[in-house]
Each structure stands twice: as structure tokens, then as C-alpha cells.
């Protein structure tokens, strides 16, 4: 059974890069795409992004100024990086496994809060 | 691209069915074969229950059933049940000249 965790800071600052890591477990990273999904307290979700397991990206069109994925296939992580945040950006970062074509996201981690706050 | 449009809310008693509308354009719902459809219950993380507008994974009740008519999806439920009360989210590929992943904004399903 594939599972995913997101870990990382809970607090960032104004201004300063939010940075998550998701870890996959119960089966191999690859040949996967790898997704990003956030969620405001009480809103919808947001899809940030996803990054394919040779590197690959598609990235939300509104977030990719400030969006960098990364995957490191040798410890079945893959990462994100969201520049310039501001108070908009506090959420649930969730992490999920992309196994079709598109949006067919099968497993998901339980999620993260992230707090923007000084 | 902007959401996909979903009633804030729908309701049903037990045993009931009910139909989940997801309104997009050409350009994502009525473009493409990829709408996926995702419960949310209370803290936890989304699920999903639907795929390629009509397909159910495995372990997935067969209550639950999906379907495409021009810009607009919908998610049925039939033979509501109680544990069936969650928030339900759809999704399309709404690729154009970049892929992109839009959510509706989700549908409060109360059981009656």
C-alpha cells in the first residue's frame, strides 16, 4: 500500500520560501507524476503542480512564478518550493500520487498545515 | 483558468440519490475525457472516487457513478448512505497550449 507523508516547517515568514517534502513509502516513486495540492481553511482545493520522476514539470499557470518542484528518486522523495509567500498562501499542503494521464490523483499524504506569519 | 463550477451544497435522505453538477467549458469539462471526482470528509484528505468521468477505482461502491454531458459532469449517488455526507470536489485537465489541473469548488453533500 503506497503511502505519502509531508513534512516541513509549519511557520514561515512573510516574504521568505515555504519548503515541503513529501516521502513515498509502500512502493516505488517511479514511473509516476507527483502532485501538489493546497487547501485554505474552510476553501476549495488548488492544484500547484506536479513533476514526473525524469524531471519533468507542469506548474499551476497563477503559482509558476514562484513554484519549484523537485524529485529525488534515490530516496523516493520529491519536493516543492514556493517563493515570496504572503498571508494567501497559509494552507493544507497536501502531496499525491498522479497515476494517469492527468488529475487522477490515487493516494494522497494526510497533509500539512502551513502557516504564513511573522 | 477560472474553477469549475459546483452547487455549494446538495441534499438527500438516506436511501435517496443524488446528483453532483460540475459546470466547466470547452476548454476543460467539455474538452477532455479527464474529470476525476474527489470526497472529502471532515480533517482528512480527499479521496478519489472517480475517474476519466466515469471510472471507479477499485474499492470504490458501485452507488457511485459519473458522466459527461457537454461542459458539464456530473457525480450520482445512489442508495445514500450516512457515511456519504462529505464535501465532494471535481477536477478536469484543462489544457490548452500548457497542462493545467483546475478543482471546482467543491459541493457540501448533507444526508438527511
Known amino acids: 500500500q503506497v503511502q505519502l507523508q509531508e513534512s516541513g516547517p509549519g511557520l514561515v515568514k512573510p516574504s521568505e520560501t515555504l519548503s515541503l517534502t513529501c516521502t513515498v513509502s509502500?512502493?516505488?516513486?517511479?514511473?509516476?507524476?507527483w502532485s501538489w495540492i493546497r487547501q485554505p481553511a474552510g476553501k476549495g482545493l488548488e492544484w500547484i503542480g506536479r513533476?514526473?520522476?525524469?524531471?519533468?514539470?507542469n506548474y499551476n499557470p497563477s503559482l509558476k512564478s514562484r513554484v519549484t518542484m523537485s524529485v529525488d528518486t534515490s530516496n523516493n522523495q520529491f519536493s516543492l518550493k514556493l517563493s515570496s509567500v504572503t498571508a494567501a498562501d497559509t494552507a493544507v499542503y497536501y502531496c499525491?500520487?498522479?497515476?494517469?494521464?492527468?488529475?487522477?490523483?490515487?493516494?494522497w499524504g494526510q497533509g500539512t498545515l502551513v502557516t504564513v506569519s511573522s | 483558468q477560472s474553477a469549475l463550477t459546483q452547487p455549494r451544497s446538495v441534499s438527500g435522505s438516506p436511501g435517496q440519490s443524488v446528483t453532483i453538477s460540475c459546470t466547466g467549458t470547452?476548454?476543460?469539462?467539455?474538452?477532455?475525457?479527464?474529470v476525476s471526482w474527489y470526497q472529502q470528509h471532515p480533517g482528512k484528505a480527499p479521496k478519489l472516487i472517480m475517474y476519466?468521468?466515469?471510472k471507479r477505482p477499485s474499492g470504490v461502491p458501485d452507488r457511485f457513478s459519473g458522466s459527461k454531458s457537454g461542459n458539464t459532469a456530473s457525480l450520482t449517488i445512489s442508495g445514500l448512505q450516512a457515511e456519504d455526507e462529505a464535501d465532494y470536489y471535481c477536477?478536469?485537465?484543462?489544457?490548452?497550449?500548457?497542462?493545467?489541473?483546475?478543482f471546482g469548488g467543491g459541493a457540501k453533500l448533507t444526508v438527511l
Open positions: 499525491a500520487r498522479d497515476r494517469g494521464a492527468a488529475n487522477t490523483l490515487d493516494y
Open positions: 513533476i514526473y520522476t525524469s524531471g519533468s514539470t
Open positions: 509502500g512502493g516505488s516513486i517511479s514511473p509516476y507524476y
Open positions: 476519466d468521468v466515469s
Open positions: 470547452s476548454s476543460d469539462v467539455g474538452g477532455y475525457k479527464y
Open positions: 477536477c478536469s485537465y484543462a489544457g490548452n497550449y500548457t497542462f493545467e489541473v483546475v
